[in-house]
């Protein structure tokens, strides 16, 4: 995502703040539609636990496989963006859903649903480092760049490993609010996790917003902005799902039972 690609032109129209936020805009309300669709196919198939890992599964490998497609290949992105989003929206509306689910079968009340709490931390995370970078507090330079790049690779090992293991039937403890212990220090330790995991993925946002400001700087064409909006969908999807798990572990945590 680091790699500077621009298409300086002269008689085409170029891309736009306006337009990278537009575009950010549908690509957000395809992924709500997705999420709407999915819970609807859970309900009438009823998931188990082992088929939403298979869902899960079979959700991050085809959206690995579009976004490489995409990164390759920005300019594919007006295509495949919108089947990314809906994609990548099913799966947060049924884990949500699932989420929800499991917090009531255990009596644990989250105030407004998780989606909702997820939701408004999700747009403060965003209003935030908006403002930070708007205000030059936190700049991308090429350091800051290194270390967040190097945190979410680790992250994404961490999340590799697990799903792995997971096939196995060896849960990883603290990854996940499903493997983390529900009282005791461990239920502590996984909410420390929850809140770095939650920080990474914020910070990436300030390096997206650098992206969107050289790419707009540099002239590059019209239909790049769809490629913005996808790097910048999929950052606010991990701050969603992270945030999930942190309205979860609080609910836990404070033991809010009905």
């Known amino acids: 995502r680091n790699k500077e690609i621009f298409w300086p032109i002269s008689d085409a129209e170029t891309a736009s703040i306006n337009g990278v936020v537009n575009k950010t805009g549908i690509l957000a309300v395809l992924t709500v539609i997705g999420g709407v669709a999915g819970v609807w196919i859970a309900e009438k198939v009823a998931l188990s636990q082992s088929m939403l890992f298979g869902w899960w599964l079979g959700t991050l490998i085809t959206t690995l496989i579009l976004y490489f497609t995409i990164h390759r290949n920005p300019m594919r992105a007006v295509a495949i963006a919108p089947i990314y989003a809906v994609i990548q929206g099913s799966f947060l509306g049924v884990i949500t859903m699932f989420i929800d689910r499991w917090l009531a079968s ?125 790097c910048l969908l999929v950052t606010l999807i991990w701050i969603y799902y992270e945030a999930v798990q942190l309205s979860a572990r609080i609910a836990i945590l404070t033991g809010g039972r009905e």
């Open 106 to 230: 255990s009596g644990y009340v989250v105030a407004g649903g998780v989606a909702l709490q997820a939701f408004v931390i999700t747009m403060a995370i965003l209003i935030s480092m908006l403002t930070l970078y708007y205000l030059r507090i936190l700049q991308a330079t090429p350091m800051f760049q290194r270390v967040v790049f190097t945190l979410v690779l680790g992250c994404i090992i961490t999340y590799v490993l697990s799903a792995l293991l997971g096939l196995f039937g060896i849960p990883v403890p603290f990854i996940s609010v499903f493997t983390t212990p529900t009282e005791g220090s461990g239920m502590w330790i996984g909410l420390g996790i929850n809140v770095f995991v939650l920080l990474v993925a914020s910070l990436l946002l300030i390096i997206d917003f650098k992206m969107v400001e050289d790419h707009v700087k540099a002239g590059s064409p019209k239909r790049i902005e769809w490629y913005l909006g996808v």
